[in-house]
Nanobody, 115 residues
């Protein structure tokens, strides 16, 4: 059973920064892709950023230049560095790993951007 655990969310003022972490229960080398999604109240879950094996990271247009996805293979961890946060970034953020055609999800973590 694959488990993903997010941490690092919370309340931040507009213009601030947060770094989310996602720790996997197995080596992230075994995943075809690792990604961050988010879901705001009343909205569908949307892709924020993804690392796909053998490709450059890709980002939603709304976060390009502000968010950075990265990985630390030794720690089985994927990060999402979020800078210049805006109120519209408020959502529950989910870590996703895709392996052998199956999707695995973390429990989600709240990020609130408000003054």
């Amino acid at each position: 059973q694959v488990q993903l655990a997010e941490s690092g969310g919370g309340l931040v003022q507009p213009g601030g920064s947060l770094r989310l972490s996602c720790v996997a229960s197995r080596t992230i080398f075994s995943f075809n892709s690792m990604a961050w999604y988010r879901q705001a109240p009343g909205n569908q879950r949307e892709l924020v950023a993804a690392i796909i094996s053998g490709s450059n990271p890709n980002y939603a247009d709304s976060v390009k230049g502000r968010f950075t996805i990265s990985r630390d293979n030794a720690k089985n961890t994927v990060y999402l560095q979020m800078n210049s946060l805006r109120p519209e970034d408020t959502a529950v953020y989910y870590c996703n790993g895709r392996r052998l055609g199956s999707d695995y999800w973390g429990q989600g973590i709240q990020v609130t951007v408000s003054s």
